[in-house]
């Protein structure tokens, strides 16, 4: 692990090729992230050019009927798919860090289900249909999952493992799914609305959506990056970190809260959506090295740039029909997933 | 990470029994091992007499008894033998098969969480089911693969999945904590099918579809009875016949091939055995959370043994299933399906086997 502490004189010229490769990354990830966007405005069930797009982004008052798919629907959901996705990436790389656990992703973790169980009791007590209305529900339900997956999976001595916070997650889910299930089985009418949201998607979300969540993502990120630098030291091990002067208990509520913030809302705007946070850390971890200051941020391009990537796969192969980027990331991921846990011994994970 | 993880509950020292020698073949008998299935058959026959006589036209136990076996009158033998009997029959066998998988996982993984459920079986069950209903339009009238079509599937859907946990987990043996594992991906990616499904069907099939992958003995016929019956009549003897290489497996892999036990032959047929059973059950009735989790737990407390008993374990997934459907149809005011009841149980039960676990260290 890279830290400031104790570096030897003759590691002196590391540093600056590993600066030069990082900032190499950083430059990349914007580039990918820039012609994923492009793509995602420009590929639909209707193609339209480069120049239209254009056209249509500058001239505000062009009315044509392609410029209006460019400006309210295409733009909107490029806006939402880049949000959700960087909320992803770097929730996944704390929810990692903070548990030292490489299998962490707040899907598996069983955060998404809580976010799941309180949206439907939304719908299904309150009668409330449309996505603005059950935001605040997804939300509480992640900070309870959030805190009750951590609880479960580190209760007694020897703390959270990778595998018993995997099982917890799972436990956990399948507990919350029963009771999402108990509701939705004689309440078709639920079911009906639920359906769409539980798939992950971000069709039919309208532009206001990522205007209500977009807050909560910006104070999420935000968090996230103060917390970067605790997260190298807490790697060392809690001993270690509050030896070199860390505040543990100030770095964990930190990292809960920014967890919290941006996996609810992530999971509000588009649904339980599974490996991005999972995938992402991964493979900038191989390109940037584990310094969580350089980690958080580009996982975070990484993530809007494969959640965003996925949607316009989902939109090109079941062209003209879409397939939702939560199906599309689970069959991407979970292949990720098992090689990370054929790759790796078990017990070393 | 602590891998000193086994199956019984508590450290007690097992004592050991009688034993009892037949032929070439010996084995240790204790009093408990005998009597806890005894009990245990006796109170399944009481409750399914029970199930069998509540409902629009009651009739007493004695009469369903009676009736069993050949002595009741007309109107009674067609309410209890041609209307009630197959949904208490399809539940007993349900659950047999779901305790003896649940037994022959926990043991094999060394983990009371390994479960159909966790593992993504159940999961792989529920996709194919809910595409053969989204598909082919199991509501519509006329729907080629109607009643027998969407078990089928089910059936398939296991069979798959259960194929790739096996091939996904192999690496020179199975690993007890990779199975895990990698049966959670599979769950999700079972589930993410399913929800993709749901979206693509019509209101009325998603309904059906969901009533489904709850678990549920409604409408069951001798239809759906027989084909159970005859898989299970293949299916158990094997797994009984297994489960003397079973006790070596217990020990760790090493341990296990010191005393002569192939293990890779032996990993496979274990891990093959179970898979057929959970497809066979859940195809019958949908997949009934938890059975498989919680009754292997509460066997092998009741047992004493070192290791969840696998004919006791069936009985009892018998006896929870049966039980469990009697329950929501006459207690809860809302007929819910059975699968329902028993994730109410077994979910809170894994959670607290999982704290519970955390403190002794192991898992």
């Known amino acids: ?349 | 990470m602590s891998v000193t993880a086994s199956p019984r509950p508590d450290q007690r020292p097992v004592r050991s029994g009688r034993t009892v020698r037949i032929g070439p073949g010996s084995a240790s008998l204790r009093w408990r091992d005998v009597a806890v299935p005894v009990v245990t058959l006796a109170a399944l026959v009481l409750v399914s007499a029970v199930s069998m006589g509540r409902g629009d036209f009651p009739i007493g136990v004695g009469d369903v008894l009676r009736t069993l076996v050949g002595l009741g009158d007309g109107p009674q033998e067609f309410i209890v033998l041609e209307l009630r009997a197959p949904r208490v029959v399809v539940g007993v066998l349900v659950g047999l098969a779901l305790g003896v998988a649940g037994a022959l996982f926990q043991t094999f993984a060394r983990n009371p969480l390994a479960s159909p459920d966790t593992l993504g079986l159940t999961t792989g069950a529920s996709a194919g089911a809910v595409a053969a209903i989204v598909l082919t339009g199991g509501t519509s009238p006329g729907a080629v693969l109607g009643g027998l079509g969407i078990p089928a599937a089910a059936l398939v859907g296991a069979l798959l999945a259960g194929l790739l946990l096996f091939l996904l987990t192999w690496r020179a043996g199975i690993d007890g904590f990779r199975l895990v594992l990698v049966g959670i991906a599979l769950w999700s990616v079972g589930n993410a099918l399913i929800d993709w499904l749901l979206t693509n069907a019509e209101i009325y099939d998603a309904a059906s579809a969901y009533v489904w992958i709850t678990g549920s003995l409604n409408a069951r016929t001798w239809d759906h009875a027989v084909p159970l019956a005859t898989a299970l009549a293949v299916l158990l003897p094997l797994s009984l016949a297994a489960s003397r290489t079973l006790g070596a497996l217990q020990f760790g892999d090493n341990t296990a091939r010191g005393l002569g036990v192939r293990l890779a032959g032996a990993q496979t047929a274990v891990v093959l055995l179970a898979v057929g059973l959970v497809a066979f059950a859940v195809s019958g009735a949908g997949p009934i959370a938890f059975v498989a989790l919680i009754v292997p737990q509460i066997a092998v407390r009741l047992t004493g043994g070192s290791r969840p008993p696998l004919l006791a374990s069936g009985l009892m997934g018998a006896l929870l299933v049966v039980g469990s459907d009697l329950v929501t149809r006459t207690v809860l005011p809302e007929a819910l399906p059975v699968g329902i009841l028993t994730a109410a149980i077994g979910a809170p039960y894994l959670l607290w086997l999982l704290v519970r676990g955390r403190r002794r260290s192991t898992l």
């Open chain 1, 1 to 349: 692990m890279a830290t400031t502490v104790d570096v030897p004189a003759r590691d002196a010229a590391r540093p600056r090729s590993m600066r030069a490769r990082r900032l190499a990354t950083l430059a990349l990830l914007l580039a990918l992230v820039v012609a994923v966007a492009v793509a995602s405005i420009a590929i639909g069930t209707r193609s339209i050019g480069l120049g239209e797009v254009w056209r249509a982004l500058v001239d505000g008052d062009l009315g044509t009927e392609e410029a209006v798919i460019v400006r309210q629907l295409r733009v909107p959901r490029t806006a939402l798919g880049l949000l959700v996705g960087l909320a992803l990436g770097v929730a996944g790389t704390l929810m990692q860090g903070h548990t030292r656990n490489p299998l962490g992703d707040p899907g598996l973790l069983g955060i998404t289900a809580g976010a799941s169980l309180a949206v439907v009791l939304s719908i299904s007590l309150l009668g409330l249909t449309s996505p603005s209305g059950y935001v605040w529900f997804a939300f509480g339900g992640a900070l309870a999952g959030t805190v009750l997956v951590y609880a479960i999976g580190s209760a007694g001595r020897g703390g959270a493992t990778p595998l018993t916070l995997a099982l917890a997650g799972a436990a956990l889910s399948a507990l919350l799914y029963a009771l999402v299930r108990a509701i939705l089985v004689s309440d078709e009418q639920t079911l009906d609305s639920f359906r769409f949201w539980v798939v992950g998607s971000l069709a039919g979300r309208g532009g206001d959506i990522a205007w209500q969540v977009a807050p909560f993502i910006a104070l999420g990120l935000v968090l996230a990056l103060v917390n970067a630098p605790a997260l190298n030291l807490l790697g060392l091990g809690e001993d270690v970190a509050r030896g070199l002067g860390q505040r543990i208990w100030l770095a964990r509520v930190v990292g809960l809260a920014a967890i919290t913030l941006l996996c609810g809302a992530a999971t509000a705007a588009c649904g339980p959506i599974s490996f991005v946070g999972l995938v992402v850390p991964h493979v900038v971890r191989a390109l940037t090295g584990p310094d969580h200051r350089w980690l958080v941020p580009c996982s975070g391009l990484l993530g809007a740039a494969l959640l965003l990537g996925a949607d316009v796969l989902g939109r090109v192969v079941a062209r003209p029909a879409e397939l939702q980027v939560g199906i599309v990331l689970a069959f991407i991921g979970a292949p990720f997933f098992i090689g990370l846990v054929r790759r790796t011994r078990a017990a070393g994970l």
